[in-house]
């Protein structure tokens, strides 16, 4: 098993990557949130080698109990592992469990190469993923955009248990008219957060200058129409008023158009 667990000194640490060899048990999903204390003396040894390699884990039984108590479930009898490192700061390790028995000393020599590749691959993908969130989410309130929305109309052609909420923040204008476009932004800020101690955050788009969209999948019906109840008693709390139009349905096969019934349903509620 390759890997690469990600996490600062005096942090829990997480397998972020592996890649396991035919018969070998994936790891990731348990192995998150390690408590540093596991591996703090890899981060000490980390300050003063380039590697560490444990060549049988029942020599460090006594010695590192904590580690020895990860590693043994996992049936790893050895190890190598060298750090990750921004500058001086060590932000994690990568690693080869169980590795030829012949091959362990000669191997520390390219498990530091790939180490430092792996430092800038690291890089790349985090500035990708920022990005990427950059290109879907709402700078103002954290929440998708329309370019999220238009993706998920995209992949998702058929949808079940399909909730939708159409909101339309009211008095936008004249907030921003009176007393300036700050105050709008922050009334369109509370708005998210009054939705987002609703609904999901993921299933919240802005799709205009005082809308959003709620979808929501795989909602029950009794479900949605409580949630729709209390968005509504929390509008208080977050000063602010919001038009909404919702439509359940138990299965969709255009979005779009659940998107157009709920919309004009906001509209009957704003005249009202």
């Given at each position: 098993r390759i890997y690469i667990f990600e996490g600062k000194k005096n942090c829990p640490v997480n397998n972020t990557f592996e890649w396991c060899a035919e018969g070998v048990t994936a790891e990731t999903d348990t192995l998150q949130n390690v408590p540093y204390e596991a591996v703090s003396w890899w981060y000490d040894t980390f300050n003063t080698y380039d590697h560490l390699v444990i060549e049988n884990i029942e020599d460090i039984k006594e010695t590192e109990p904590l580690t020895y108590e990860y590693l043994k479930p996992q049936n790893i009898h050895s190890l190598i592992t060298a750090p990750l490192k921004k500058g001086n700061e060590i932000f994690g390790f990568f690693g080869v469990d169980n590795p030829p028995e012949y091959a362990i000393r000669n191997a520390t020599y390219i498990i530091e190469i790939v180490a430092h590749f792996m430092v800038s691959l690291l890089e790349k993908k985090k500035l990708m993923d920022k990005l990427e969130r950059m290109s879907y989410e709402d700078h103002l309130t954290g929440?998708?955009?329309?370019?999220?929305?238009?993706?998920?109309?995209?992949?998702?052609?058929?949808?079940?248990?399909?909730?939708?909420?159409?909101?339309?923040?009211?008095?936008?204008?004249?907030?921003?008219?009176?007393?300036?476009?700050?105050?709008?932004?922050?009334?369109?800020?509370?708005?998210?957060?009054?939705?987002?101690?609703?609904?999901?955050?993921?299933?919240?788009?802005?799709?205009?200058?005082?809308?959003?969209?709620?979808?929501?999948?795989?909602?029950?019906?009794?479900?949605?129409?409580?949630?729709?109840?209390?968005l509504k008693e929390k509008m208080g709390n977050y000063d602010v008023k919001i038009s909404l139009g919702t439509v359940w349905k138990p299965l969709s096969t255009d979005v779009e158009q659940v998107i157009y019934e709920a919309d004009a349903l906001m509209y009957e509620d704003k005249r009202a």
């Open positions: 929440v998708y955009n329309r370019n999220a929305l238009n993706d998920f109309l995209e992949e998702n052609l058929q949808v079940n248990n399909l909730g939708m909420v159409y909101c339309d923040v009211l008095g936008l204008k004249r907030v921003n008219d009176t007393l300036g476009h700050q105050a709008g932004d922050n009334l369109l800020i509370r708005a998210s957060e009054c939705l987002k101690s609703t609904f999901r955050k993921n299933d919240i788009y802005r799709i205009g200058g005082d809308e959003f969209l709620i979808i929501s999948v795989g909602i029950e019906e009794n479900t949605f129409k409580k949630r729709i109840v209390e």
